[in-house]
DNA sequence: ATGTGCATCCGTATTTATACGGATATAGAA
DNA sequence: TTCTATATCCGTATAAATACGGATGCACAT
């Protein structure tokens, strides 16, 4: 029988060796090695092929696992990145789904539930808990509250200048004068409290307007 | 004992009547109403208070599912979303959560399910099942594929443009010419095969390269 | 050793965006 | 009704971005 190779990368001694013991104990699981932060971590599976799982902290020193787990991406491996973080934070855990998590689990999980997510994760699955679900899924929504700040009108602008389009061809579109969508471009950029259309553009996205 | 006053929106009429007499048989459940399109149901909670739950549909004429999800957000009620579709698309997935959905079932939810979902949400909790989440975990984790393709100058080059900062500003901020920078706009416009700075920042915000 | 990609530099010309400081008509809210 | 927000329009001036078409030295991989 294939046994499921992982790596343990956290920077609490105590609590990757307790990891380490307790996982030890079953037949199909091989802690093939446990580093202490995100440098080491990445040092080892340049050399070290074949690793199936990695469990992985947030909160390390030199690199954080945010930075590995867009390292793992990028050296395009195919190790199963399974954070295990003591923070439940919504941004926290929507950040590691995009980064290519492949479950996100706290540190108070039990034991079970953690030998159960091992077990889906290295057959190529994602598995994130209804529970932590539902933190992403509120800070998700939270992200859309500001609307009604700029008029239908300015909206309208704003989703044809995000398109690329420029003054002109905006105002020909909407059959009026430049004139009159370089005001509203000014308003638009004066509502938002930027400096640009770039940086409009980036406020624009974070909170949801376009 | 109160019960879960629950609205159906759905255009299929055997669907919605279906779920109706389904959900009849509940002694906690109260069905108050059954619509066919987006723009019937917002009717009905102009007049009609104090409703829990919407079992919303997205493929609906007049008014489809995400703007009546943002509708109820802009109208300050406390009715909680339900969405059920026939979709299991991240991309939908991820639009709902986003919108203000407390959940998403698929119509092929056994009856057990969704009387537990309506039970989780009544109670004002978001529910999504390990299967949904995996759906929206693996499309939000798609759309950050295409990391290096800009060289790292030209990354903090476009982190600064996304930030306000005008071509002179970052040049001496890098302590280069502004020829220079003016130079890596170009080409990082170019790999990114956009028109502009407008389109630019879209794209980058898109793609998670900012 | 040779090539490829990258960071760096330069000039010129045109197009856009931004910053001023106005004005009017209309519709909806107070 | 009066106030306020909105959409529309106008001019002038400067700042910035974009489009051309180049060039060099350096590092890294083949």
Redesign the pocket.
């Known amino acids: 029988m294939k046994k499921i190779k992982i790596i343990i990368a956290d920077d609490h001694e105590l609590f990757r060796n307790g990891l380490k013991e307790l996982l030890k104990k079953y037949n199909d699981i091989d802690i093939v090695d446990c580093v202490g932060d995100g440098e080491a971590f990445l040092e080892i599976i340049k050399s070290t092929k074949s690793i199936d799982i990695v469990l992985l902290d947030i909160t390390m020193p030199k690199m954080d696992g945010f930075e590995v787990l867009n390292q793992i991406k990028s050296l395009n491996t195919n190790i199963k990145p399974i954070i295990i973080s003591m923070h439940d934070d919504g941004i926290y855990i929507a950040k590691c789904a995009k980064n290519g998590a492949y479950s996100y689990l706290l540190k108070n999980t039990d034991q079970d539930e953690l030998i159960k997510v091992i077990r889906i994760v290295s057959e190529g699955k994602k598995y994130f808990s209804p529970k932590i679900s539902e933190k992403m899924i509120n800070y998700m929504s939270e992200q859309t509250i500001s609307e009604n700040i700029l008029?239908?009108?300015?909206q309208e602008v704003l989703e044809l200048?995000s398109k690329g389009?420029?003054?002109?061809?905006i105002?020909s579109k909407?059959?009026?004068?430049s004139?009159?969508i370089?005001?509203?471009?000014?308003?638009i950029?004066?509502k938002l409290e930027v400096?640009?259309?770039?940086e409009?553009i980036k406020k624009a996205t974070k909170i949801n307007l376009i």
């Open positions: 008029s239908k009108k300015e200048i389009l420029t003054t002109k061809e105002a909407l059959f009026v004068s004139r009159t370089e005001t509203h471009r000014a308003n950029i004066k400096k640009n259309t770039a409009l």
